[in-house]
């Protein structure tokens, strides 16, 4: 049976437990079994599909479970996150998923806004992951401006009066330390600001850009080790820049580029830009609190 590729691999205990509590509570929707061996391809929203894999299979090892049935169930980019980690998942209404979930039982739920970015619905499962289901809210386009303002100042006030060691402290063992959000979200920043600067400089001009591996980057560039000071400068004068062009070109923010599925517009981009610094930036203020520092 043909599938679009899953671009979520998780591991879990018990596999046939883990089915119906994604299907039962969750309203997931079971596509396929592996033929052989403990593996399940199920699909969460449109568009979006996850394989299952038990740990320590008693039927034969992973290892072989994944040689046999991984290679065609997966997008050649997915991602494998660990327990307790947050698995983000794009939906239209946050309240009729809080909804739908509530009437079926689903406990230990919790839902966050951030007014003009984001809504979401944290959901814990069984297997000690947390999905996040998320909806974008609409803000004006002064609203926007106003938040990607405030984002330079937000992140000094993050990181202020920190030393380099506890830049290097994380929430747990393997999670991205203070100084490996701060690295990413610069480096994202600048990603995103070059198709900024296409759609005011070149407006709906079609954008080729390479895909942007989070993991990679943070592997590739160091972010563990790094200092972030002068990124953090960095930051302050890319905002600066792009809030200067903003003010001086006629309709800046409706200018769009054509990507390969859609058109973004100058506004959502800044949008999307000020809530994911702002995302990372809470994250660090999480942190220094659980380290009181």
């Known amino acids: 049976m043909a599938h679009s590729g899953a ?3 998780l591991q879990v205990d018990d596999l046939q437990a883990s089915i119906a509590f994604y299907t039962k509570q969750l309203d997931w929707e079971l596509l396929e079994r592996a033929a052989s061996g403990p593996a399940a391809l199920l699909r969460i929203v449109m568009d979006y599909n996850v394989l299952l894999i038990q740990r320590n299979p008693s039927v034969q090892p992973e290892t072989e479970v994944q040689e046999m049935q991984l290679s065609h169930w997966l997008q050649p980019k997915y991602s ?7 698995i983000y998942v794009g939906v239209s209404s946050v309240n009729d998923v809080e909804q739908s979930l509530q009437a079926k039982g689903c406990n230990g739920l919790r839902k966050e806004e951030d007014p003009g ?8 499962d069984s297997d000690e992951y947390t999905f996040v289901y998320w909806e974008e809210l609409t803000a004006a386009p002064a609203e926007i401006v106003a938040m ?3 984002g330079a100042d937000e992140l000094e006030s993050a990181v202020a009066g920190l030393t380099e060691e506890q830049l290097s402290l994380s929430q747990a063992p393997g999670k991205w330390s203070i100084r490996e959000q701060v690295l990413h979200l610069i480096d994202l920043e600048m990603v995103t600001m070059h198709k900024v600067k296409f759609a005011l400089a070149e407006p709906g001009r079609t954008y080729q850009g390479n895909s942007f591996s989070q993991d990679d980057w943070s592997t590739g560039l160091n972010y563990r080790n790094r200092p972030i000071h002068p990124e953090v400068q960095l ?8 809030l ?3 003010e001086h070109l006629p309709d800046a923010l409706e200018r769009t580029v054509i990507t390969r599925d859609r058109e973004e517009s100058v506004a959502k981009l800044l949008k999307m830009m000020a809530g994911h610094a702002k995302h990372h930036i809470r994250a660090v203020q999480l942190i220094r609190e659980q380290h009181g520092c």
């Open 244 to 246: 200067g062009l903003c």
């Open 235 to 242: 930051f302050r004068a890319m905002r600066q820049h792009i």
């Open 148 to 150: 990607y303002a405030a």
């Open 7 to 9: 671009k979520l691999l």
């Open 80 to 86: 494998s996150p660990k327990a307790g980690d947050l």
């Open 117 to 124: 970015h984001i809504r979401k619905l944290f959901v814990p």
